[in-house]
């Protein structure tokens, strides 16, 4: 009968300190839980390897007395990776199976919070390394350079891994990416699923700003329009009133303030990884949740659509400044951004979310 010894790294040094301690049962040697075992084994180690050499001479372990075996039989076994003698077929390691892969949401945002995903692996074996690969959701993309594996954690088996990734991690510039756990060995050596789940996330460079119905208003709200002093500096969005506004990058707030006569109640947020600013104007009264030099990320909630100013309705006006607003930047049409972002998300004028 040949002996195959399935150890864990940790029990591999205390066996060979505990020689007697292995059982053999059905042609495969198990090992009780290193913890039990620390108790028992004094003294130095001897090498790990010696432990694979014993296996792979084909003797059965003895025990040193009944009682020993008795005693160690009792514990419950721990299937690890199967060391078998070099130069012979590799080690069939045994399929597991994600009983649960769960993700907190589909949609992220560059600069925005961070994915939660856990799982469950159920099968014998394990502990086992969980990596996420991201393939990008493009056809003709899937390539293994467009592919990114991120380290999740050690999956015990039946026990939930929690682990959080950035959305940078899953995609550098932003698109849709299939998800899917792989396991490993502690070696590295890949673990066969048995079922193949898979989910998908878009990842978004920004945020529309507005979180509920909006539409967009007649000629008079659009960029550049004439006003009896100046012209219109930014867009304005119609919505109604106590509508969300939310950031539409990561940045840092470095302006709330009050206009009675113009802007009402507006806020300005710096975005240093463009160079913009973005402002929001005519905001509800006491519904800016944001303070001067806070920094946002992308999609946080900042403030609500109010009517607060020189204004006719609810709405909310929106500005995009290339460089510093009023201090030496210039404002561009803010449209088409607000366009692309609407896309993105799959929000239409009165659509939104
Ligand atoms: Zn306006």
Redesign the pocket.
């Known amino acids: 009968m040949r002996s195959r010894r399935i150890v864990l790294p940790l029990a591999v040094t205390l066996l060979a300190a505990t020689p007697s301690a292995s059982v053999a049962s059905g042609g495969a040697a198990y090992v009780p839980q290193a913890g039990k075992l620390s108790t028992r084994s004094g003294g130095s180690a001897p090498p790990a390897a010696r432990s694979s050499t014993d296996a792979a001479s084909g003797a059965a372990p003895r025990y040193r007395d009944r009682a020993a075996a008795q005693r160690t039989s009792r514990e419950r076994p721990v299937r690890g990776r199967s060391r078998r003698p070099r130069g012979r077929l590799r080690p069939r390691l045994r399929p597991a199976r994600v009983v649960a892969f769960n993700i907190s949401q589909q949609r992220l945002y560059l600069g925005g919070p961070a994915l939660r995903v856990s799982l469950r692996v159920a099968g014998r074996g394990g502990p086992w390394r969980v990596e996420l690969q991201a393939s990008p959701a493009i056809a003709g993309a899937r390539t293994a350079a467009a592919r990114s594996s991120i380290e999740l954690g050690v999956a015990r088996a039946n026990r939930d891994l929690a682990a959080t990734v950035t959305p940078e991690a899953l995609s550098p510039t932003g698109g849709e990416v299939i998800l899917r756990p792989r396991l490993a060995t502690a070696r590295g050596a890949r673990v066969p699923l048995a079922n193949l789940p898979a989910v998908a996330v878009r990842v978004l460079a920004n945020a529309f700003p507005l979180r509920g119905p909006w539409r967009l208003p007649g000629p008079d709200?659009r960029f550049g329009a004439p006003r009896a002093d100046h012209r219109?500096e930014?867009q304005?969005l119609v919505a109604a009133e106590g509508t969300p506004v939310v950031a539409p990058a990561a940045g840092q707030v470095v302006r709330v303030a009050y206009q009675p006569g113009g802007a009402g109640h507006y806020v300005v947020l710096r975005d240093p990884r463009m160079r913009r600013d973005y402002v929001f104007?005519h905001l509800r009264e006491r519904s800016i949740t944001v303070v001067e030099g806070q920094t946002v990320a992308t999609g946080a909630r900042i403030a609500e659509v109010g009517s607060t100013g020189r204004s006719s309705g609810p709405?909310l006006?929106f500005e995009v400044w290339v460089g510093r607003w009023r201090d030496g930047g210039r404002p561009i049409d803010p449209l088409p951004l607000l366009e692309t972002w609407a896309r993105n998300e799959g929000l239409g004028p009165d659509a939104g979310r």
């Open positions: 709200g219109h930014g304005d104007m709405h006006h």
